[in-house]
């Protein structure tokens, strides 16, 4: 875990301009092959002879800690970390864009390693855009796509997940669906309520709540939905677990009876689906956290690694919570 050179260092020793070395940093196919060698060895050099450990502390800033998507990923981030004498630092960003650049700015400061961000939208922080840009504290993306170029990435297929879910409800005759969104801006919500929309086509009657990814906004709005008596659904489609597991209670405490006469479908498959019964798309985030601190490994090691954008696939685990819908039973 070596200290990182400066711009300035590393031009000076490999005899090339600051502009050169930045360039060859942040967009190496665009530099000649002996030029990015002449960096990579002054790298090297550089190391040698300032061989001090780093921190050996890696960032994570996370946007909710009581979901249990994010510890679940943390999981996969802390085998790779510790088996590589790593340790991870975590902040909550609570969801808000200026606490993540706050977190950022303070994990930096601190001299961390690396920074892992579960993005809590499209990050719009400068702070952060330039940090990345500049290449010299390494930045991994995960689970959300913060829409900025040239980045470490790794997340799952939004979309496909969510397209199967729908199409598998439509299979068991459900066309009047209502939907439970994530985040707005977020690229996990956007991803998938593409998907949705897509599968239903013009088949559907479906309604939507914005929910955030939350189970008391869930329970709130689909409690008023039930109050307003206006409630023609056979299914709900949730593009997280903890809104789907709000849904099964606020209809089982007005009456209804999940999958009998509605059914529930939602989206991650963290722990509590299992105990409820219910039936999600599973992602694969110890997988998510691994590749992610893999990367960080990578790029810690050889800050001119070339930038990874890794797409996981996600799948359906079948549990009680669907059937047949209610309409289409003689
Ligand atoms: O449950 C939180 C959601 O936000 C998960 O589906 C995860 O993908 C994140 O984007």
New binding site residues.
Partial sequence: MDIKPTLKELAAIADVSIATASRAISHPEKVKFSTRRKIERAIEEFSLKNKKTGSGIIGLIVPDLT?Q?FPMMLTGIEMVARSNSYTILISNSGADEKNEEDNAKKLIDMGVDGIIIIPSGETRSRYIQQIVKDNVTPIVFL??NPDLDEINLVTTDNYSGMYQAAKYLMTLGHSKILYLD?TEG?S?AKDRLRGFYDAIGENGDTGRIVAD?SFNKARSEIGKLLQSAHFPYTAVLS????MALAAMEILRDNGFRVPEDISVLG??DIPNARYAGLTTIK?PFVEMGMNAMYIMLANINNPLSSKKNIVLPSNIIFRSSCAVARTMRI
């Fill in positions: 979901n998507f689970d959300r994530g977020t996990t990814f593009a997280n677990d903890n989206y991650d992602q």
